[in-house]
């Protein structure tokens, strides 16, 4: 395995349901994000871990919820998530450390929809 | 407010060249990166600047002008598979990394 994984690659789920996501990163990094990805807008920061402390959390709903257990796996846990929510979620890592040159390397995305 | 303005979508011809521009207005700056993102796929490191001028990677160059708030993403000698949107994002003084919402390239033949 390499650089950045994320599983699954498509969703659909319900607004009852709850699921996870999971992201794993093979590059020796220390730092994890979520993101969220609409058409024809910016990504959106959602979360961002360094060292596995949680250190940014962009006024996201309580309906997402992330975990970080160590520097390699990312999970983003989802319920009675709404129809807005339906969206690519990427996955990044990079270095970690604060520096300008820190690079992040993004995992192939989930594509989720909410019915 | 932070923003990075791109143009939304562009057409070019296979072995052309092509210059996509970003400007930018950030609290700060620490740096300016440019990412290829194919359909359904992750969005991939091109070009990181963070002094003025230009860097030259193969066909691909990124060119900085940090008094303008400018960057600019040139590529040569277009191919098909250049087809894909191009990101470019700014870290600010916080390291918070800025996106703009990309440029979406189309290469014609």
């Known amino acids: 395995e390499t650089g950045v994984t994320q599983t699954p690659r498509h969703l659909v789920m319900g607004m009852t349901n709850k699921k996870s996501l999971k992201c794993e990163q093979h590059l020796g990094h220390n730092a994890m994000y979520w993101y969220k990805q609409s058409a024809k807008k910016p990504l959106e920061l959602m979360f961002v871990y360094n060292f596995k402390e949680q250190t940014e959390n962009n006024s996201v709903p309580s309906r997402f919820s992330p975990e970080c257990p160590n520097s390699s796996h990312l999970f983003l846990h989802l319920h009675t998530l709404q129809p807005e929510d339906s969206a690519l979620y990427l996955c990044?890592?990079?270095?970690?450390?604060?520096?300008?040159?820190?690079?992040?390397?993004f995992g192939p995305g989930t594509r989720l929809t909410v019915l | 407010g932070q923003n990075i303005d791109q143009p939304t979508e562009m057409t070019a011809t296979e072995g052309a060249i092509v210059q996509i521009n970003c400007t930018y207005q950030t609290s700060g700056f620490n740096g300016l990166f440019w990412y290829q993102q194919h359909a359904g796929e992750a969005p991939t490191f091109l070009s990181y600047n963070v002094l003025d001028g230009l860097e030259e990677k193969g066909r691909f160059s990124s060119f900085l002008s940090r008094s303008k708030g400018y960057s600019y993403l040139l590529l040569k000698e277009l191919q098909m598979k250049d087809s894909a949107s191009y990101l470019c994002a700014v870290h600010n003084s916080n390291y918070q990394l800025i996106w703009g919402a990309g440029t979406k390239l189309i290469i014609k033949p």
């Open positions: 990044a890592s990079s270095q970690g450390g604060g520096s300008g040159a820190d690079t992040q390397y």
